[in-house]
């Protein structure tokens, strides 16, 4: 009998290993990192997977220039495993075709949630911020029940709540709500910090929270890479070294006199706005 147990555990972490190696590489595939710079913007980017098989889960982000200015989009899929990384796949997907085709942000954001409900099952869902640059001085995003970006200018550090919540893409048809196109001004020197739950969800020993902003609030003048990798950083010695969850940080900066991905010249002084920052 402790034979057969055995034989039966070792084949059992067989099929695990092999199932994370699958998840891994699909994952790899899914989420190169972008270039340094996309468009106007600086950019870093720090992902990592859970440290346990059934653990790997649905994290995903992009960053692409388009006629329409620079789009991004970072989200995490409810689930584990490979239909989790199936998800991101069929969400990055949709994305880069609609970022190209659509010039109104709400309707990516619609293209997405028309592919979701006809492929999710039952009471699965995707959190996600997708956000655009369509021209200078001007950021503008729809949060769908995801944690709020951190907008970072000087020495302030706000996070970006929606004005009206948003339920997640793959809900809408049970809660009957349209998505809500947030604008901000972003201008030279500004820094948008994207994350998910991986990251701010993650507790030490003593069950306390990775204080994210509190990390942010030390890096604020280093480069966005060295800022990401710091918080990396601090978040594996905050869970001493092993995620239970999937965490990725998408950095983006604004230096001034980066060319704008629409026009090709230097941006001009940013136009006015009513926005909330």
């Not at 950019?43 to 859970?50: E, F, K, L, P, R």
């Not at 020993?205 to 890479?225: N, T, V």
């Not at 978040?235 to 090709?264: C, F």
């Not at 940013?270 to 920052?277: D, L, S």
């Amino acid at each position: 009998a402790g034979a057969l147990t055995a034989g039966r555990r070792g084949r059992a972490e067989q099929v695990l290993e092999a199932v994370r190696s699958v998840a891994e590489t699909a994952q790899h595939a899914l989420l190169a990192p972008p270039p340094r710079t996309v468009g106007p913007f600086e950019v870093a980017v720090q992902y990592s997977a859970a440290a346990a098989e059934a653990r790997i889960g649905g994290d995903l982000y992009a960053l692409i220039p388009t006629p329409h200015g620079v789009r991004f989009i970072v989200g995490d899929v409810r689930g584990k495993g490979l239909p989790a990384v199936g998800t991101a796949a069929l969400v990055l997907g949709v994305f880069r075709e609609a970022a190209h085709d659509e010039p109104d942000l709400l309707a990516v954001v619609d293209r997405i949630e028309r592919s979701l409900a006809r492929n999710l099952c039952g009471d699965d869902f995707v959190t996600a911020v997708v956000a655009g640059y369509p021209e200078p001085g001007r950021l503008e995003m729809v949060n769908c029940g995801h944690a709020p970006p951190f907008l970072v200018r000087g020495s302030e550090i706000v996070p970006v709540e929606p004005a009206q919540p948003v339920p997640p893409l793959g809900l809408r048809a049970l809660s009957g709500q349209a998505p809500h196109l947030e604008v901000l001004r972003f201008g030279d020197g500004d820094r948008l910090l994207l994350y998910t739950d991986g990251v701010t969800e993650a507790r030490d020993a003593a069950r306390r929270f990775f204080p994210l902003a509190e990390g942010l609030a030390r890096h604020l003048y280093d480069e966005p890479d060295r800022t990401v990798a710091a918080l990396h950083e601090e978040l594996l010695a905050h869970v001493g070294g092993r995620l239970h969850d999937d965490a990725a940080l998408l950095l983006l900066r604004k230096p001034a006199g980066r060319t704008s991905a629409v026009e090709g010249t230097p941006d001009p002084e940013p136009p006015r706005h009513t926005v909330p920052y």
